[in-house]
């Protein structure tokens, strides 16, 4: 497979079925009353916990320097939570209000029996195919046969390089040995030297480059090869249930709007990443790891939420169906302009 073109088609699907059942859905939520605040006007959500050594667990301290939550009217609820796999099944069973979910996760849910609807953007992908400083391999074509560490088949991590992949004509799960698991387990494999190689997510994979180890790879640069696609590659976004949202949608917003003015700050200056690097888990002597931030993560920061990142949504999920990482597309869009 070559270059994919999004196609009228497409298009025309997504666009009749926002003015069929998600469209009168939408416009009776958004014609109804918003939910009650709080007596003082605020604004409530059941969110994760702080996620310490992740690649969005900044915000946190931009929000806290910048005073968003205040700002945007928001009293964050801190709810106990796991890793990406726990916060979503808390979010589909209503503990968490809010959590991460990619398109490819929020169509295989709702073609489930759930309904889940990704409001505004959260990252960008950033997960790199890592080997060795001393690897033989120079290309992932090189890598068929070979072990490589990656997260578990329901992380969007893992759908987003195997649909990467197939867009280059390389099947995934078929021409790899994959051993699945979360981040740390798989980090512990690949330093042990029993992986070839590993699909790091940021900020593991700074520190791994900056450790010596190369860069063969990132599966957003895959993406683009496979496509033809200039834009970046949506790895996750701001997810609720339909019916939350439903009477929630004024709370729903200012989330959204408080993480987009969190990236934007970011990228307006990018030292800030570099300031708070102990929020990544990369420690005060690793200069040369906090040295690299700045330049490999304030990319991937999602601070647009626009019909070039739709498009790129609707991209993923139809070619997710071709190639059959996907067996279906959902009824109605798994995403939303509030």
Request: charged content about 25%; overall charge negative; some cysteine.
């Amino acid at each position: 497979m070559s270059t994919y073109q999004l196609n009228r088609r497409s298009l025309l699907r997504a666009a009749g079925l926002l003015a069929g059942g998600a469209g009168v859905t939408a416009l009776l939520a958004a014609c109804g009353d918003e939910e009650p605040a709080a007596a003082d006007g605020t604004l409530r959500a059941k969110v994760q916990p702080r996620s310490p050594g992740t690649a969005g667990a900044i915000r946190d301290s931009v929000v806290e320097q910048f005073d968003l939550a205040a700002k945007h009217r928001l009293d964050l609820d801190r709810q106990a939570g796991g890793g990406p796999g726990a916060g979503q099944e808390q979010l589909l069973t209503g503990v968490l209000d809010i959590f991460a979910f990619g398109p490819l996760g929020a169509t295989e849910v709702n073609t489930s029996g759930h309904d889940v609807v990704i409001v505004g953007p959260s990252l960008w992908n950033h997960g790199r195919w890592i080997v060795p400083a001393d690897s033989p391999y120079q290309s992932i074509a090189d890598l068929k046969g070979r072990k490589v560490g990656v997260q578990p088949p329901s992380s969007d991590t893992y759908r987003a390089a195997a649909l990467a992949s197939a867009v280059n004509g390389i099947r995934f799960d078929r021409e790899f040995q994959l051993f699945t698991g979360q981040p740390i387990a798989n980090l512990a494999l690949y330093e042990r030297g029993d992986l070839d190689a590993i699909i790091a997510i940021e900020p593991n994979a700074t520190r791994l480059v900056a450790a010596g180890n190369r860069q063969l790879a990132s599966v957003g640069e895959l993406w683009q090869q496979g496509t033809g696609d200039t834009n970046p590659l949506f790895l996750n976004g701001t997810a609720v249930r339909r019916d939350w949202l439903a009477a929630n949608r004024e709370t729903a917003k200012a989330y959204v709007d408080l993480t987009l003015e969190a990236w934007r700050l970011i990228k307006e200056d990018p030292s800030l990443v570099a300031k708070y690097h102990a929020d990544y888990g990369v420690k005060a002597d690793e200069r040369r790891a906090i040295e690299l931030l700045p330049e490999r993560l304030v990319p991937i920061y999602g601070d647009r939420w626009d019909e070039t990142v739709f498009a790129n949504l609707e991209k993923q999920i139809d070619l997710a169906v071709e190639v059959g990482i996907l067996k279906q597309r959902a009824s109605r869009p798994v995403y939303e302009q509030l």
